[in-house]
């Protein structure tokens, strides 16, 4: 858990960040969101004491990280930022060995490790162990900058806009692999993010800035549903719901049940914002769920558009 107490960055008479609080929950993933300059970045880098606040505290399990030794602290902490920054002359394995060689690790255990998370990030650790960071596409490298990040087995993670310079079709990749990894390992993750779609789908919690401080800090539902203020609002957008709805699965909002007769069917994995679209298109206000042949049970119209309850 990471607690943010007063926090305040100046630079000269211009104010970065301005009494910040709020805590980032054990285990969970939030995003730091918010329009350009509203001072994201400067508090993730904070956290890390790669910027010292001119205010406040930060405690990292309770401890006040200025207590800590910067580079004691970061090694607990990892850190992945868009321009990964692999180390060209090494091989894919070695770049992800970095933190555990440093740490002196058996050699042997780091190189079991490093297949197994070049595995968890979807690289073939056969094909892609020995490359150089030349010979990857960019989200290939990114990948790698996550499994890098992931080696210390660090329990919180550090991430500034890491899917950004991808592709949209890569980036969807990614961000669903990284949820899953995210998931299976309970990291603690705080991510920024300027993307909207980014933070409600990936978001546990999201924390919503404004000219250097905290607007709404709730879960995507909270922000979407329950909007703190008009400047929420209007970030968000109209489409806000669609947007959230276009991040989960349609299995997501299954009731068990009889089938209405004739109602359309659709598989359970498809995202729900298209199972909306079925129904629009099909004239029905139900669908019945499959997973394969399997009958899941069926979700309806009101499912989908008021979605608090799910
Ligand atoms: N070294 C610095 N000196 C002076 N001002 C700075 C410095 N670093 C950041 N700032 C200012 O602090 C504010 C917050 O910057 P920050 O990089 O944290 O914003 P951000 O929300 O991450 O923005 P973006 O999404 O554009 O990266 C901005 O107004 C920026 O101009």
Known sequence: ????????????????????????PEGQLTALLGPSGCGKTTTLRMINRLIEPTGGRILLGGQDTRT?????????????????????????????????????????????????????????????????????SGGQAQRVGVARALAADPPVLLMDEPFGALDPLARDRLQ?????IQRRLGKTVVMVTHDIDEALRLGDRVALMRAGRLEQ??????????????????????????????????????????PSPGAPRVQADLNARSALSVMLREGHDTLEVLRGEELLG?????????????
């Open 176 to 180: 669903d692999a990284f949820r899953d």
């Open 68 to 136: 800590l030794k910067p580079e004691a602290l970061r090694r607990g902490i990892g850190y992945v930022i868009q321009q990964i920054g692999l180390f060209p002359h090494l091989s894919v394995a070695q770049n992800v060995a970095t933190v555990p060689d440093l740490l002196g690790r058996d050699r042997r255990a780091t190189a079991q490790r490093v297949d197994e998370l070049l595995d968890l990030v979807g690289l073939d650790p056969a094909v892609y162990r020995e490359k150089r960071p030349a010979e990857l």
């Open 217 to 258: 800090f709730g879960t995507p539902d909270d922000l979407i549903h329950r909007p703190a203020s008009e400047f929420v609002r209007d970030f968000l957008g109209e489409d806000a719901t669609l947007r959230q709805l276009a991040g989960r699965p349609v299995s997501a909002f299954v009731r068990a049940g009889l």
């Open 1 to 24: 858990m990471i607690q943010v107490e007063h926090l305040e960055k100046r630079y000269g008479d211009s104010v970065a960040v301005q009494d910040l609080n709020l805590t980032f």
């Open 298 to 310: 069926h979700v309806a119209w009101q499912d989908l558009r008021g979605q608090e309850s799910a």
